[in-house]
């Protein structure tokens, strides 16, 4: 079984500040790990994936296997970054996908001005 | 393209009462997933298909919860006999997928039907 853990509930910074949001997950095979944002009354959206190795949003997150985790960061955060922010995890077996995903409980990040 | 569109947005009912809910994914994806998410809690995985056929559905979904997709196309997630605890927002979402895909696509998200049951 696959399980997400994102320990902080609220996180509060101030803009310019660097910002990291943890996520730990366990699972035994070859996961796929995803960050999905939450912006005030919009729906649920795809911030960033592990293999894509991008920067959106000036966000990185960088898969961790020893540590089993992959923490989100911003070296400097702005007022819009405030939102809802949630790691996911998708299990693979082999070169099938599987789709599903896992969630943590989630990180509310406010940035104050 | 509007993306998922899931109707209706906020449905109340009593108890005992059986409600259904409509997803249309995005035209093109052929993967569609349900979640229900509480409040203070993330997503948690009720069942998905691919196209007409449902693939996988989680042990939160009693036999009280129904989904179909028949033409591949849309789905509804019935639920039956509402109790308390069903009152949830519901969420939909589509992806493309498949066996010779070696990633996840990434999935679009509607904006759920909130259930309140009184």
């Known amino acids: 079984a696959q399980r997400v853990t994102q320990p902080e509930k609220l996180l509060s910074v101030f803009k310019g500040a660097p910002v990291e949001l943890k996520c730990n997950y366990s699972?035994?095979?070859?996961?796929?790990l995803f960050w999905y944002v939450q912006y005030s009354r919009q729906r649920l959206q795809l911030l960033l994936r592990h293999i894509s190795r991008e920067s959106i949003k000036g966000f990185t997150a960088d898969l961790n296997k020893g540590e089993t985790s992959f923490h989100l960061k911003k070296p400097f955060a702005q007022e819009e970054d405030s939102a809802m922010y949630y790691c996911a995890l998708s299990a693979r077996a082999g070169g099938t996908s599987y789709g599903k995903l896992t969630f943590g409980q989630g990180t509310i990040l406010t940035v104050h001005p | 393209d509007t993306g998922v569109s899931q109707d209706p947005r906020h449905k109340i009912t009593k108890r005992g009462q059986n409600v259904t809910f409509r997803c249309d994914p995005i035209s093109e994806h052929n993967r569609l997933y349900w979640y229900r998410q509480t409040l203070g809690q993330g997503p948690e995985f009720l069942t998905y298909f691919q196209n007409e056929a449902q693939l996988e559905k989680s042990r939160l979904l009693s036999d009280r919860f129904s989904a179909e997709r028949p033409k591949g196309s849309f789905s509804t997630l019935e639920i039956q006999r509402t109790e308390q605890g069903d009152s949830a927002m519901y969420l939909c979402?589509?992806?493309?997928?498949?066996?010779?895909?070696?990633?996840?696509?990434?999935?679009?998200f509607g904006d759920g039907t909130r259930l309140s049951i009184l």
């Open positions: 699972y035994s095979g070859s996961p796929e």
């Open positions: 979402a589509s992806s493309l997928g498949g066996r010779k895909l070696y990633s996840n696509q990434p999935q679009h």
